[in-house]
Every structure is written in C-alpha cells, then in structure tokens.
C-alpha cells in the first residue's frame, strides 16, 4: 500500500527545443509505493518530463527535489546511483551477454574483475533475485534469446538489485501481447507493494483504466 511518504518533487519544469517549449512550468508529485501514470497523446511532453528526472535531459528552469534533497542528475548514472531507473521502449541490454552478467555487469565481486560466464555466484545469485520477483527466467539463458516481455522483466530485476526507488516504464506495452500486458501489470503490483514507486507512461486510456486499480 502507499504510505504517503513523498518521494518526489517536481515544480516549475521547463523545457525548450530550439525555441520550441517542450514543458512549460509543468509539475509532479509521487510517493513511495504510488503508480503515477502519465497518460497522453505523442508529443506532449511525457517522455521530456522523465529524461529531466533521470539526467537524460537538462532542465531550462524549475527544481527537483528527490527523496528529500534538490538534485540536478549531469546523467542517467547519476540518477540510477541514487536509485531511479528508466526502462525505455528500446531495452538497454547487452545481448550477447547472459541475463545473469546484464544483471550484475559494474557489479563485479572485490578482486576479480572479469565477468565469468561460470561462476555458481553470479548466477546463484540471479536466480534469488528471480525467485524473490516471482520470474521464470534462466539466468544462465543470453539476452538475445528472451522475449521482450522477458528482458523488461531482467531491467525490472537489474533495477531492484540497486535498490530502486522510482521506477519509469516508458511505453512499456507497445511491444507486447494481452497476456505479457496482465504479466507486467502483475510486476508493478509486486514493486507497489514493495513501496517502491512507480511511473508509467502512456497514451492508451485503457491502460490507465487498468492500473487504477492496482
């Protein structure tokens, strides 16, 4: 359940393009555990709010406050550090790797610092991190091999492993099929739960009308 506790501050966002203003003194508030949807028609300037949450893009005015402090993320690393992720329309996975070495690369255990494709840890830990969210996924499988539905949900474990706090779902379901629709809706019940909050952009009222509920 929502504990009320505000996560996120977002006052007088502003945005220009080239002399054209992409958000103009826009605001947003979310707390932990809250499924804060954004919902609009392409070009409304969803998408520019987020990448300013997440350092992708800089602010022209306006200020964040995140987990109690005024932050100004330089980049999309800076942001995951102090735990907000973004899972884009284009997954940023490398598919030549295993689920398991996406999962854990920059997280190398002391001392040894090279991935090995057999080491019982990495994947040892994977499959708890899986069996925590409740994913049937192979940690030991290469990420080319996954359905899309499958590598959201190797971004979604990734993001919690660094203890994420806001979690951004970008168009999350343009990809995927009724089914894999109820699966993902499932997951962002679970983060809920989890306190962990949760914005989920769209333009399909439909969708909306589902995560009301959640």
Request: charged fraction near 20%.
């Amino acid at each position: 359940m929502k504990d009320n506790i505000t996560i996120l501050e977002m006052k007088g966002i502003t945005k220009r393009f080239s002399g054209v203003t992409a958000l103009d003194n826009c605001e947003l508030t979310l707390s932990k555990g809250e499924v804060h949807c954004l919902v609009g028609e392409n070009g409304a300037g969803k998408s520019t709010l987020v990448k300013i949450l997440c350092g992708i893009y800089q602010r022209d005015a306006g200020t964040v406050i995140f987990d109690g402090q005024e932050v100004s993320f330089a980049n999309p690393k800076q942001a995951m550090n102090d735990g907000i992720f973004i899972v884009h329309q284009e997954l940023n996975l490398i598919p030549h790797l295993s689920v398991a070495q996406n999962i854990f690369i920059g997280k190398e255990t002391a001392g040894n610092h090279k991935f090995f494709f057999s080491d019982k840890r990495l994947l040892n830990d994977s499959q708890k991190l899986f069996d925590s969210l409740k994913f049937k996924i192979d940690p030991s499988a290469k990420v080319s091999t996954l359905s899309v539905a499958e590598q959201q949900m190797v971004e979604v474990a990734k993001a919690v492993y660094n203890n994420v706090k806001i979690l951004i779902m970008d168009e999350p379901t343009a990809p995927l099929t009724s089914s894999e629709i109820d699966q993902l809706f499932e997951i962002i019940r679970s983060l809920k739960a989890q306190g962990i909050a949760v914005i989920y952009i769209s333009h399909r009222m439909e969708e909306l009308l589902s995560l009301i509920h959640i």
